[in-house]
């Protein structure tokens, strides 16, 4: 079991990290917006492995009337001990 420290609340204050597209976070849970889009479902069918890291291809080709917004693209890792961000790699 992860730690999910959205907050960081051991670490108040600390500047974010950047995301590394371990896809920890989308695989934890989807997102607000992978469950208006596609509904409740396992695993977020957009999150996609590019070969190197995960990115969110509704991100890469954003869609007409989905709103990115809930994302926070670009303001940084959401969990910043989780484990998988030193290991970056297809989990199946
Ligand atoms: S856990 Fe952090 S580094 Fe990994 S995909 Fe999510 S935001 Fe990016
Ligand atoms: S919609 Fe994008 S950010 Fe949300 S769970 Fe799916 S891949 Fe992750």
């Given amino acids: 079991m992860m730690d999910d420290d959205f907050f960081s609340p051991k670490d108040p204050g600390l500047p974010p990290l950047p995301c590394v597209g371990c896809g ?5 849970n989807p997102c607000e917006v992978s469950q208006q889009v596609y509904g409740y479902v396992p695993r977020c069918p957009a999150l ?5 890291r995960y990115v969110c291809d509704l991100v890469a080709h ?10 926070f693209v670009g303001q940084g890792c959401c969990a910043r001990h989780n484990a998988w961000r030193r290991d970056v790699r ?3």
């Fill in 24 to 28: 920890w976070c989308c695989l934890d």
């Fill in 48 to 52: 996609v492995w590019t070969g190197a």
């Fill in 62 to 71: 954003p869609v007409a009337g989905v709103d990115l917004t809930p994302l």
């Fill in 90 to 92: 297809k989990r199946d």
